[in-house]
């Protein structure tokens, strides 16, 4: 596998830990951890450093061990998103939209956006940040 390759899967094994409910701030603790949901073969902290790093990737088991822990797929943890199924427009998601493109229910929703308070809109956001990176794990056909 590239470099390139084991790089990004190490992006998105980091963002997949981010959204546990208790952080992994170490690789001994992503090594534990995996290993209590790993029947097979054990990780050392050092193999959990170097999936962190980008300079390894794991085993076919191993990958499905983590993308099962970690609620994600296996196919984007160990490739990233699927490629669109079809050719966007303009008013498609992901898109950046230019001032006086909004739709109208955008622009209600911005309007009372602006009503909430400093860290209402954070939370918001954040919120919004977790759908996309759903959206981009499981892509266009996952529905909740």
Do not use: Y
Not at 10 to 23: G, H, N, Q
Not at 88 to 101: D, H, L, M, S
Not at 116 to 134: G, N, R, T
Request: zero cysteines; a positive charge; glycine letters at 4%.
């Amino acid at each position: 596998m590239p470099v390139d390759d084991k790089k990004a899967f190490a992006e998105r094994l980091k963002t997949a830990l981010k959204r546990l409910p208790k952080s992994i701030e170490t690789a001994t603790e992503l090594a534990h951890q995996f290993n209590l949901k790993h029947h097979n073969e054990p990780i050392t902290p050092q193999a959990a450093q170097k999936w962190l790093q980008g300079t390894a990737f794991p085993t076919t088991d191993k990958l499905q061990t983590l993308a099962d822990w970690l609620n994600v797929s296996a196919h984007w943890l160990k490739n990233g998103p699927p490629p669109p199924l079809k050719k966007p427009t303009a008013a498609k998601r992901g898109q950046t939209v230019q001032p006086g493109q909004l739709s109208e229910k955008e622009a209600r929703i911005l309007t009372k956006l602006r009503l909430l308070s400093e860290h209402q809109v954070f939370i918001v956001a954040e919120l919004v940040d977790q759908l996309a990176l759903e959206r981009e794990i499981w892509g266009e056909t996952h529905e909740k």
